[in-house]
T-cell receptor, first 109, second 116 residues
Framework: TQLLEQSPQFLSIQEGENLTVYCNSS?????LQWYRQEPGEGPVLLVTVVTGGEVKKLKRLTFQFGDARKDSSLHITAAQPGDTGLYLCAGADDYKLSFGAGTTVTVRA | DVKVTQSSRYLVKRTGEKVFLECVQDMDHENMFWYRQDPGLGLRLIYFSYDVKMKEKGDIPEGYSVSREKKERFSLILESASTNQTSMYLC???????????????FGPGTRLTVL
């Protein structure tokens, strides 16, 4: 059973469109992280959110941590083909991470 | 830059063989982790280590063991490989306590293991 549920599982959009990926859990985490993984590589950290209600921006990416620290979202504005990849959320608990199953994002040129 | 290297990118083994997967990090990190990644299941933690010679079971330790004789090296051992252990294996390391809530895991490129 996955502690963190990500939706949707797959997302295919045209370049220039916006997209949102959701990460939900019944558990409270001390922090939540988002990673992006490209084919043949390991995941790379995008952001860590720690405080309930926190919003972080990374260029065209906006990350939100829910007030109750159980859920999070990743919003990409004006997606580009370089945003293609597997997006993983992970809840942190005492240095261990619990990962969601991931959302595969494909941005078509 | 943090570098986590894994001994092989691709490995093909036969059922019943003993398999060693090696991972080395160069940032003096306290914590090291082994995950397996399967489609639709995300990353699942097999074992982790927070210090030399220390190890703790993750969520799916059955069929695996680990060894950490030196701080920079963490090995995953499949004592008798089975076909259901065919998977992508990812190693990661992190600073641990000194990073607090901002502790970041750095991943190696993965080893794709096929057991025939």
């Amino acid at each position: 059973t996955q502690l963190l549920e990500q939706s949707p599982q797959f997302l295919s959009i045209q370049e220039g469109e916006n997209l949102t990926v959701y990460c939900n859990s019944s558990s409270v985490f001390s922090s939540l992280q988002w990673y992006r993984q490209e084919p043949g590589e390991g995941p790379v950290l995008l952001v860590t959110v720690v405080t309930g209600g926190e919003v972080k921006k990374l260029k065209r990416l906006t990350f939100q941590f829910g007030d109750a620290r159980k859920d999070s979202s990743l919003h990409i504005t004006a997606a580009q083909p370089g945003d293609t990849g597997l997006y993983l959320c992970a809840g942190a608990d005492d240095y261990k991470l619990s990962f969601g199953a991931g959302t595969t994002v494909t941005v078509r040129a | 830059d943090v570098k986590v290297t894994q001994s092989s990118r691709y490995l093909v083994k036969r059922t019943g063989e003993k398999v060693f997967l090696e991972c080395v990090q160069d940032m003096d990190h306290e914590n090291m982790f082994w995950y397996r990644q399967d489609p639709g299941l995300g990353l699942r933690l097999i074992y982790f280590s927070y210090d030399v010679k220390m190890k703790e079971k993750g969520d799916i330790p059955e069929g695996y063991s680990v060894s950490r004789e030196k701080k920079e090296r963490f090995s995953l051992i499949l004592e008798s490989a089975s076909t259901n252990q065919t998977s992508m294996y990812l190693c990661a390391s992190s600073s641990g306590r000194r990073a607090g809530k901002k502790d970041t895991q750095y991943f190696g490129p993965g080893t794709r293991l096929t057991v025939l």
